[in-house]
């Protein structure tokens, strides 16, 4: 596998690059709307490729596409084609990378907003929506599938099946609550021995707050491959502004007490920039 492979080769923890949505909503590039982000693959793709590289000179092992809205049901009611977007945005990260030896991960995100509790779609929209968007980011060239803010039982289920019988190699991140929850309801530990039955490379936490993670590690070092990227922007799920509350060396040092866990990766979500992964990639050659 190559993200294990990549893992062997470095000794160390693989460095994920951080946000790239909420600097494009930062930027003016991104309305907050279903298609967010994606609308810059097509009317800013030279600015997802400056993001891409700026990761990647920052000392990023791996960087995701910019496909966090450019699956099927968040394009439904836009005219916006899904294969065509996943396409251009796995190119431009493509390029971005060049020759170098950076992974590329291809983010499959929840089928609805990821802080969304309820469901308004069929389970039957849910599957071919993941169905779909899978199959384009494995046709375009991913590496590896970033299940990225998963927070619904039945939809982590139907990635994990579906990504098994497809043999790719996946990584199922998880958004819990403070509550240690997830959105559907169910306690994190049942979502985890879901997932965990599947044998995922590894599972991740996103999207959440340093507190909530500190949360989940009061429980020990897990005893599976792992890897963790926090929110340092929005505070809460009903906060969904992009402002800055934890700044580069604050969320470096707060990483660093989880380096003796040995995760398989480390990154940053909401509110960071290449600032976060350059902190980071400083702490790892410490």
């Not at 700026?54 to 791996?62: C, F, H, L, T, V």
């Not at 796995?90 to 170098?100: F, L, M, N, W």
């Not at 240690?180 to 309801?185: F, I, R, V």
Request: charged share 25%.
């Amino acid at each position: 596998m190559k993200l294990l492979k990549l893992h062997e080769k470095l000794n160390r923890p693989l460095l994920l690059d951080g946000a790239l949505g909420s600097m494009l909503e930062m930027a003016g590039y991104a309305k907050t709307d279903e298609v967010w982000s994606a609308r810059a693959l097509v009317e800013h793709p030279e600015t997802v490729e400056q993001i891409h590289g700026d990761y990647i000179s920052s000392g990023a092992d791996i960087i995701t596409t910019n496909t966090f809205r450019t699956n099927p049901v968040a394009l439904k009611n836009f005219g916006y084609s899904s294969q065509k977007l996943v396409d251009v945005a796995v190119k431009i990260a493509r390029k971005a990378i060049s020759k170098s030896d950076v992974l590329l991960a291809g983010s499959n995100p929840p089928a609805e907003d990821c802080y969304q509790a309820e469901r308004t779609i069929t389970e039957r929209e849910l599957i071919e929506n993941h169905e779909r968007h899978i199959d384009y980011l494995l046709d375009s060239g991913a590496d590896i599938i970033w299940n990225e803010t998963m927070s619904h039982l039945d939809e982590i289920e139907i990635i994990c099946k579906m990504c098994d019988e497809l043999k790719t190699e996946y990584v199922v991140s998880l958004y819990i609550t403070p509550e240690l929850e997830l959105l559907s309801g169910e306690r994190y530990s049942e979502a985890l021995d879901l997932v965990l039955n599947y044998e995922p490379v590894a599972v991740g936490f996103n999207c959440i707050p340093v507190n909530t993670f500190g949360r989940i590690m009061k429980f020990g070092k897990p005893d599976f491959d792992f890897g963790f990227y926090l929110n340092c922007g929005a505070s809460s799920v009903s906060d969904s502004r992009f402002e800055q509350i934890i700044s580069e060396t604050e969320y470096t040092n707060l990483v660093a007490n989880y380096i003796s866990f040995n995760p398989l990766f480390i990154g940053s979500c909401c509110g960071s920039n290449p600032n976060y992964t350059k902190k980071l990639s400083e702490l790892l050659v410490e």
